[in-house]
């Protein structure tokens, strides 16, 4: 099984940009759907974006579609998310997540279908 690490959070100010990364060991990159999701305190873990395994497709939940940028380095066995004008409400715990299916709106949103998860990096947005 594919085992992930998670790094590149840490505190930003409203408005600013982080970069974090995932670093996959153990398997194929390319043969997984990568994701990215958040949980913030008392609320539910959400999907923030996926990437097809060759990188060729993205998709974004709507609160992030055009701030938030998911690409991946097959050779390096990394996969990427850069936040850009971050919010308060996106501080949270970001986890990457890898998938060994098709690339579908049906599996890449939804958390079972995700079969190695990371244990997540912090991201503290200040207003």
């Known amino acids: 099984q594919v085992q992930l690490v998670e790094s590149g959070g840490g505190l930003v100010q409203a408005g600013g940009s982080l970069r974090l990364s995932c670093a996959a060991s153990?398997?194929?990159?390319?043969?997984?759907?990568m994701g990215w999701f958040r949980q913030a305190p008392g609320k539910e873990r959400e999907f923030v974006g996926a990437?097809?395994?060759?990188?060729?497709?993205?998709d974004y939940a709507d609160s992030m579609q055009g701030r938030f940028t998911i690409s991946r380095d097959n050779a390096k066995s990394t996969v990427y998310l850069q936040m850009n004008s971050l919010k308060p409400d996106d501080t949270a715990l970001y986890y990457c997540?890898?998938?060994?299916?098709?690339?579908?709106?049906?599996?890449?949103?939804?958390?079972?279908?995700?079969?190695?998860w990371g244990q997540g990096t912090q991201v503290t947005v200040s207003s």
């Open positions: 153990g398997g194929t990159l390319r043969y997984y759907v």
């Open positions: 990437i097809s395994q060759n990188g060729g497709t993205t």
């Open positions: 997540a890898a998938a060994n299916t098709i690339y579908s709106s049906t599996v890449y949103t939804t958390r079972s279908r995700y079969a190695a």
